[in-house]
């Protein structure tokens, strides 16, 4: 079994479809453990609409191809248009971070995935929900990559916050 983390956006409808895609991964995978929700500004958009980011993580057989066909099905279920812009509002984003060790191009993905520790809406609620776990490529804990990455002019540039959150009646995350 791998220890998969996925990284879960939504700038359409943010709180139906996040909940959406937790109900669906939770019925899917066992023992899911989730991030807090942060709102963050988009990065790189024109389209100006705040998203809601989190990071779930959870246990697994399934092969890489058949995790990334599974996360893009579900997508689409949601509204999510295979011709849409890279940029561009999304109802639903479900992006595959790390699959156990796994390092370069595995069924066709990157893995790790890059906006690992580039981008403060993925690498945040990473290393809150798993601080000890370690980087595959280059072996730091999630926890020390966001402190470094905190202080960094980055940083500044992508503000997130948490926000009150709740998921099958209880509370995920909270803004304090």
Known sequence: MALVTVSIGSNIQRDHHVRVCLDALAERFDALQISRVFESEPVGFEDGRNFYNLVAAFETQLGVGELQRWCKTLEYANGRRKDSPKYSPRTLDIDLLTVGDACGLVDGVALPRDEVDKHAF?????????????????????????????????????????????????????AH
């Open 122 to 174: 993925v690498l945040r609620p990473l290393a809150e929900l798993l601080p000890d776990q370690r980087h595959p490529l280059n072996g730091q804990r999630y926890a020390t990559l966001w402190a470094r990455f905190a202080e960094s002019e980055l940083a500044h540039q992508q503000p997130l916050w948490p926000v009150d959150f709740v998921w099958q009646g209880r509370r995920i995350s909270t």
